[in-house]
């Protein structure tokens, strides 16, 4: 197969398989909206890092070596994984955030729901992944985009494969 017909074969599944994560997580956007509940913030991190590890994987999908390119082109599971990484940094970010191990003007302030005095229950947990929410407009900017460059640095991880995609 020719490198143009790879790269049009590797876009068409990157388009495909971020579209198909995209869907899924956007249930995390439409059931609380119907159910006139909360959205959950996790959720919106992970739709915004998979965003950035699909525009970090199509930005640098022209590099690539050739072996890259015949790795991506057969193979469904390699297009999915570098998405994927990149919701699931977006989410570890998420959590460095939450923990306050960062701090500066750059970083997003949490408002948290109170901490019980009988510890940490299974309720509890609802309520803070329900109810810890960014602290302001700006605030919850800073966190769409640290999940998104969260999930665009997904280029970080070390290839599993050889074509060091």
């Known amino acids: 197969m020719a490198r143009g017909e790879q790269v049009n074969n590797i876009n068409r599944r990157l388009i495909i398989v971020s579209a198909v994560l995209l869907l899924v997580c956007s249930a995390g956007f439409i059931v609380p909206f119907i159910?006139?509940?909360r959205m959950l913030i996790p959720v919106i991190c992970l739709v915004f890092g998979i965003l950035g590890g699909f525009m970090s994987l199509e930005q640098r999908l022209g590099r690539l070596p050739a072996e890259a390119h015949d790795l991506l082109s057969g193979s469904w599971?390699?297009?999915?994984?570098?998405?994927?990484?990149?919701?699931?940094?977006?989410l570890v970010a998420y959590i460095l955030l939450l923990s306050g191990l960062v701090t500066s003007a750059v970083f997003p302030v949490f408002v948290y729901?109170?901490?019980?005095e009988t510890g940490i229950t299974p309720l509890y947990f609802m309520f803070f992944l329900t109810d810890t929410v960014p602290a302001s407009g700006p605030d919850f900017a800073k966190l769409l985009f640290w999940s998104f460059a969260a999930g665009f640095s997904e280029r970080l991880i070390p290839q599993i494969g050889q074509g060091g995609v």
């Open 35 to 37: 159910m006139k509940g």
């Open 77 to 90: 599971f390699q297009v999915v994984l570098r998405p994927l990484y990149g919701g699931i940094f977006a």
């Open 113 to 116: 729901p109170s901490f019980p």
